[in-house]
């Protein structure tokens, strides 16, 4: 089978509604095998067949930041390595101006807003501050609410749902067999178990990982169909940001050519799932990151992320407009 007939068949199968193997997978992921630009081409068939030509904005709230008992390897917020953050408590927070700032974001066209917390759980007091939060957000705008809040029991997944959340965020991170060499402080069934709490209260999920943290294509490929299994709603594709003071810090980054090709890939995979603009595209694509849109993205988080700064609205939106999306 020549590399053009595999995209070409693999294509016609994915908008018919079939999934591809794992076997098949393996084969778009290989740069020997298959040509990006006829890739690309094909994955954006398979975005504009399930989304047309639509993209949605999501943004996040830092609700508590630091001291994570957690040591993953690419993370700035854990007290295992040198990173230089201010901590926030979530008995710091200024509830008019996380309000406000919701506000904002809502007259941009933003559709989700999530409060994140560091940590691998909150404590009563806490959690309890949070709801109140979400029910204040809930009555006074009408944006979708989502909570990342670490691991979760069902009577707080409950909790979230009454308080007006609809989506629950909790990524894998990566592939099940990489994740030991990114983590000991918790496990990949320990991330499993959450997801699937938070299903079991009604919540959607949005989970995803990060990418170019030295795993390999077909470990990525593992990873989008982990995701594929636990049937997320949305996944929110980072690409690693190497921070000073973590093990990571001096990581090489994936070639944009193995970024979009991953992407595009994850489309293939995850065919009618958002794939969604995480942290780490605007350093690692540079002047190409208009074409992650045309290679499977159909969602960014937009703003600033936990630890690094984001890019303007204004600025999305001219990617936005460069790969011919409506928001």
Sequence with gaps: MTEKMTIKELLSKVIEGKDISLEEANLLIRPDLTDLNELIQASDIITKHYFNNTVEMCAIYPAKMGKCSGDCAFCAQSVHHNSK?????????????????????????????????SGETLNDEEFNLIIHIFYRLNKET???????????????????????????????????????????THSYDDKIE???TAQQAGLEICCGGIISMGETAEQRVEMAFALKNLN???????????????????????????????IAVFRFILKDKTLRFAGG??????EH????????????????????PGKSIENEKENLKMAGLII
């Design 85 to 117: 953050i201010t901590p926030i408590s979530v008995q710091e927070l200024k509830l008019d101006d996380i309000i406000s700032k919701a506000k904002d974001l809502e007259k941009f066209g933003t559709k989700h807003f999530s409060l994140v917390t």
């Design 281 to 286: 595209r605007e350093k690692a694509l540079a």
């Design 142 to 184: 009408t944006l979708k609410l989502c909570a990342s809040l670490g691991s979760l029991t069902l009577e707080k997944a409950k909790k979230l749902k009454n308080a007006g959340v609809s989506r629950y965020h909790h990524n894998i991170e990566t592939s099940r067999s990489f994740f030991p060499k990114i983590c000991s």
């Design 289 to 308: 990151e208009y074409l992650g849109y045309r290679a499977g993205i159909n969602a960014l988080l937009i703003g600033d992320y936990l630890t690094t």
């Design 232 to 262: 997320v709603d949305c996944i929110p594709i980072n690409i690693l940001n190497p921070i000073p003071g973590t093990p990571l810090e001096n990581q090489k980054l994936l070639s944009a050519e193995e970024i979009l090709r991953t």
């Design 194 to 196: 959450t997801i699937k």
